[in-house]
């Protein structure tokens, strides 16, 4: 079955973000309690605090408040201002251009889409000696290993799109010496690799029959020419499948409904 790290993994490598380990030596001046580190977008993994010899880890949320994006780490009030000569030492992990809970968004998104109405029919035999089927819906930790790489796939995607939206913003600079900086030049390239990556995706899917360009099989409802109502529709069963049968109930177009809540007029047996 599909592991969510290693998509994660998968999604990272085909954006180019795997991010860099750092380590930052932040020395105490006596009147400062907030800190820049060299890298944004980042966790910390370890911090602690040497003066005087002695060692002490740093807890987060209690000893100092971490704002991700930013870089930067603030020191609470069980610490306060950093002393002079005191000295905390921060290592952690910085994600390039998305950190893991955005990244995470992304993925849960591509997920919600590449398994939209998906189950998983199981077979058993119930307690009673009956053959019984239940159906489970399709997520990551039933997700087949077969089509981690469509899902990775379209998870870059949508990471994509948030930074081709930022991009969009982004107009070219011409000054008056001749110098020209085509800075919509990234949005161009950002739509087309979009454009590569929505490609593979499609002709994965397509191949696989699954995700979004899955065939998908629907059953056609009939309407009772004695009362003009929608003739019942149940789920196939396996033949051996003892169990009460499922009622269908196919979404109605009620664009023209009437919405003016006057109730209609009911015959029993032909209107209402």
Known sequence: MADQARIMS?????????????????????????YDLSERNVSVTKAFRLQAGQTTDLAAGTDYTLVPREGRIILRDGLGVLPLGAVVIVEGRASGMFDDAELSMHLQDAVLQHCSDRVITVRYRSKEGFYRYDDEPVGISNLPEVEEL??????????????????????DISTAEGTHISRSQRYTQLLAQIENLETRYKELCQQLNVGLYRIEQSTLRRVSRYNNRLVPVFTSREYDDSAYPTRQLPPIDRRNEDASGIPSPVISGLTG
């Open 150 to 171: 469509p899902l990775a796939t379209l998870a870059a995607v949508n990471a994509l799109w948030a930074v081709a939206t930022d991009a969009a913003s982004d107009v």
């Open 10 to 34: 998968r999604v990272r490598g085909l954006l180019g973000d795997f991010g860099t380990e750092f380590r930052d030596v932040l020395t105490g001046t006596g009147d400062l309690d907030e």
